[in-house]
């Protein structure tokens, strides 16, 4: 059993760019949440995909968008980066839905310049 | 938006000593969990709590669920540098589909 993993782990970009993380579920895990967390805080939600569908979303802007492909893998999409945006971006994995148990990647550190 | 709030927010402690970390919430929840995280990676489970009153041990951590869901605490005895990290509670409401972390609690054990 392969454990959730995330890519790229660091990225650097500058004000204005769009950018792109990968998350590979844990196997047999059909749904996908993300966070950003800064720096010495708690993760907040972003959003969740269950069966390649949106199924909630916390308070960020349309500029955040996602995917869930058929293999359950997902991506996070920021469009018009801005210096805000640098933080650590993780994603979980869990087996169905929000009220099961999630398992973290190791994140994605992302800086805005 | 911040449903959780963790006290204290840094704890520095020698080797050996006790220590207790809060989670508080005006919001019931169906379920909360503890985690910890190390920099540089993601947070890991270290319990879920379902149950009002609720009151799980881990070796030296201890886990309660306040009576009316709306809070939690974690106890560890004896601490040791091994616990170092950021210790984090999560909790799911009864209405939402989505977890709420709180603000989180940097523990430092100097050995």
């Known amino acids: 059993e392969t454990g959730v993993t995330q890519s790229p782990t660091h990225l650097i970009k500058t004000r204005g760019q769009q950018v792109t993380l990968r998350c590979s579920s844990q196997?047999?895990?059909?749904?996908v949440s993300w966070y950003q967390q800064a720096l010495g805080q708690g993760p907040q939600f972003i959003f969740q995909?269950?069966?390649?569908?949106?199924?909630g979303r916390g308070n960020f802007p349309p500029r955040f968008s996602g995917l869930q492909f058929p293999n359950y893998s997902s991506e996070l999409n920021v469009n018009a980066l801005e210096l805000d945006d640098s933080a650590l971006y993780l994603c979980?994995?869990?087996?169905?839905?929000?009220?099961?148990?999630?398992?973290f990647g190791p994140g994605t550190r992302l800086l805005v310049l | 938006t911040q449903l959780l709030e963790q006290s204290p927010q840094f704890l520095s402690i020698q080797e050996g000593e006790n220590l207790t970390v809060y989670c508080n919430s005006s919001?019931?929840?169906?379920?909360l969990q503890w985690y910890r995280q190390e920099p540089g990676e993601g947070p890991v489970l270290l319990v879920t709590?379902?149950?009002?009153?609720e009151v799980k041990k881990l070796k030296r951590l201890t886990f309660q669920f306040g009576d009316a869901r709306k809070d939690s605490s974690l106890h560890i005895t004896a601490a040791q540098p091994g616990d170092t990290g950021l210790y984090l509670c999560?909790?799911?409401?009864?209405?939402?589909?989505?977890?709420?972390f709180g603000t989180g609690t940097s523990l430092t054990v100097i050995p």
């Open positions: 919001s019931v929840f169906s379920s």
């Open positions: 709590v379902v149950t009002g009153g």
């Open positions: 999560a909790g799911v409401t009864y209405t939402g589909n989505q977890f709420y």
């Open positions: 196997s047999g895990h059909n749904t």
């Open positions: 995909y269950y069966r390649e569908e949106e199924n």
């Open positions: 979980a994995s869990s087996l169905a839905g929000t009220r099961e148990t999630q398992y």
